[in-house]
């Protein structure tokens, strides 16, 4: 049966995961002998969106038993074992392999055959000594025998003198070759491997052995790709594809307005190809929208941490191993070792590190506080006398570092340098709306080389334009900006955007675009208006007290604000003018002058002003609020308490009510006052004592002047008894009227 496309397009989620991968099983299994023939798919559709991920469909027809070898980036392996999906009519199930994480030094070491370290054909003899081959030389004699033994010669050293009578000491390759000794029927041989024309294993298994092992150093050339097999054992010609999403830059779409007298709007997308494939007549589109996509680590090998069991016999007689620092535990003692083979290297938690050449990489993923081992150590080193080739580097890593989700959602789009029109192709993409996305689909096939971008047409319409000038004070406040009143009369989708503007056959100006859906309406500014001067003069505000009322001791006022925003326009050119002056727009403020704005969005409101030509036109925009605001007596000074009194709306209830709280409120300040003079009297007699204690100090005891002074001194301590009294009596008095006070004002309701 056929699959259901996995995908549609503009509305794509990962809820994929709950998809089958492969098709029904079919009744009938393959037969053994038919081994599926290698294929390639072309790329034959790409699907991008503008949340940083492209889907890319390989199709193409196949007779009989097929496999298809994709060269995949490791780091789009993961979107790819989350989306895969295989097509094939038969039905039949299909088998998916790819490579794992281990580097190809350790995939060649896990076959019999090694072919790791360039070996020579004395060293792959050497690694399956026992095995029988049969050797022909030159001549094209045969040999065949079990491998005994490899002798390789050391090298000769040789000691030179020159012409000064001075020695050098030199190492020179050995003139004999190595030498191969087998045990044939007739008895042991020894056979020259320079004089050696073809080698070959007998037993086939090892001969298929080495063959793999050579297919895997070849599936290795690319560092930075892993190889995906995916089988088709169908029968009978078919057409097949597989789909999986890979991680793809955003396409970037920008416009080209013409404005004249049959204004039209010409979109096109920037695209990019930053795979590793050459886009050949392709079919592309293009989807506006926000896709929920997330990366999932399915790709490593996670292992988890299980208890070592012991006999108990054998746990007594073990001695105790005594714990160090909690930062060397487990891991730390692991990585501190090297791991296999690498240099270097101090673990983290249950991390075997590397660090050096072919090491392994600690730490990694963790359970607990377990780590489960990190990624491998970069770069081989060179062995014998041959280095390896550099890795080759993920070219996507070339391309910069990747911005993060907020950063990328908050990002504004930067306005394109503009471009002629004549560069644009005359035909455009045809779109279709999806709902909370858009799709736009590239007429013609795309072909595009790999690493190269192209602009592609998305839209060629007739729009619909209004000439208007757009003043807002905070942006500019002596000109308004030329701007365009855009109508979607089209039936696309119009996605955001950087516009150039065109007047005549020269650039007018840039301006940027928001989402238009069809039928919609937006505006837009490309340049400074300098034919208009104008004045925005302050804002000018006026309070009116509508009603007063006592609440619980509180003054309720209804309060009715009236503000006035007054704009001067001037035109200075040949030609009338319209103005759009936007105001922010005030929560509950009612709308006096004009009887209405000409656009109102969430915060903001705009007011139309014609101006002819060579003339001044004054708009007032005029607003009212009315407002309650609520304060208590004491935040109100006595003056202010007495103009409201004299307010024309003010009840006799709450005439009654405020006098009567503001004389109350005189006695706890008549205390304040009697305070005050008591301190201040006793500041001064303690002043007065201070300079009678000098003087009684320098005066002779039983003097008349003595005695004069120590009278005064007595009769003003009896003075500060009094005042303290007095001072003690006034602080109990403002207590108990504060008191009072409070209690009258709860009660106290007036209207």
Known sequence: MRLTPWIVAGGLTFALCALPLFGQPGPTPVPAAEAPKSIQLPLTRVVLFNAGIGYFERSGTVDGPAKLNLKVNEEDINDLILTLMVNDPTGTARAVTYDNRAPAEITLKAFTIDLTENPSVGNLLHQVRGEKVEITDMSGSVVAGNIVSVIKPDPKVVTKVNA????????????????????????????????????????????????????????????????????????????????????????????????????????????ENTTDD????????????????????????????????????????????????????????????????????????????????????????????????????????????????????????????????DSYRARATAPSAPAGASMLPATAGKGMNLGESFEYSVLEPVSLPRFKSALLPILNEPIELERISLFTESVLATHPLKGLRLKNTSKQYIAQGPVAVFEGDTVAGQARLADIKPGET???????????????????????????????????????????????????????????????????????????????????????????????????????????????????????????????????????????????????????????????ALKTINEAQARMRSNLAVTPAGSDVYNRYLKKFDDQEVEIEKRQTRIKELIKTKVKLNKELKEMLVALNAE
């Open 164 to 271: 000064n009578a001075e020695s050098n000491t030199v190492t020179t390759p050995s003139e004999i070759a190595e030498q191969v000794s087998l045990l044939t029927d007739d008895g042991l041989q020894s056979v020259s491997l320079a004089k050696v024309k073809k080698v070959k294993f007998t037993k086939p298994e090892l001969q298929a052995e080495f063959r793999k092992a050579l297919e895997a150093l070849a599936n290795a050339r690319g560092a930075a790709t892993k190889s995906v097999g995916i089988t088709f054992p169908g029968k009978g010609a078919r057409k097949v594809s597989v789909g999986y999403v890979a991680e793809a830059p955003l396409w970037k779409p920008t416009y080209r307005l013409m404005m004249g007298e049959a204004p039209k709007l010409i979109g096109v997308a920037a695209v």
């Open 278 to 405: 050459d886009w050949e007549n392709v079919k592309m589109k293009l989807v506006s929208g926000r896709p929920m996509t997330y990366k999932m680590d399915l790709y490593d090998p996670l292992f988890i941490p299980r208890p070592m069991i012991e006999l108990e016999l054998y746990a007594s007689l073990k001695p105790p191993m005594y714990q160090g620092p909690a930062q060397q535990q487990m891991g730390g003692a692991l990585g501190n070792g090297g791991g296999f083979g690498g240099q270097g290297g101090g673990g983290a938690q249950l991390g075997i590190q590397g660090g050096g050449q072919g090491g392994f990489g600690g730490g990694g993923s963790q359970f607990g506080n377990l780590g489960a081992g990190g990624g491998f150590g970069g770069g081989f080193g060179g062995f014998g006398n041959y280095s390896n080739g550099l890795a080759r580097p993920s070219v996507r890593s070339l391309l910069g570092n990747r911005i993060d989700h």
């Open 522 to 680: 937006r505006l837009l500014s490309y340049a400074i208006d300098l034919d208009i001067a104008m004045i925005a003069n302050a804002l000018e505000s006026e309070t009116k007290t509508l009603s007063v009322k006592i609440v619980a001791g509180e003054i309720v006022a209804l309060e009715k604000y009236k503000s006035t925003n007054s704009y001067s326009a001037t035109n200075k050119s040949a030609d009338p003018r319209t103005i759009w002056i936007t105001q922010s727009l005030k929560k509950d403020w009612k709308l006096l002058a004009p009887a209405k704005a000409i656009e109102t969005t969430t915060d903001l409101q705009r007011f139309e002003l014609k101006v002819l030509a060579g003339a001044t036109a004054k708009l007032e925009v005029i607003e009212e609020n009315d407002a309650k605001v609520v304060s208590t007596f004491a935040s109100k000074s006595e003056d202010q308490l007495n103009k409201i009194l004299k307010l024309d709306v003010i009840s006799p209830a709450v005439k009654a009510g405020i006098e009567k709280v503001m004389a109350a409120m005189k006695a706890p300040k008549e205390t304040d006052v009697a305070m005050a003079e008591e301190e201040s």
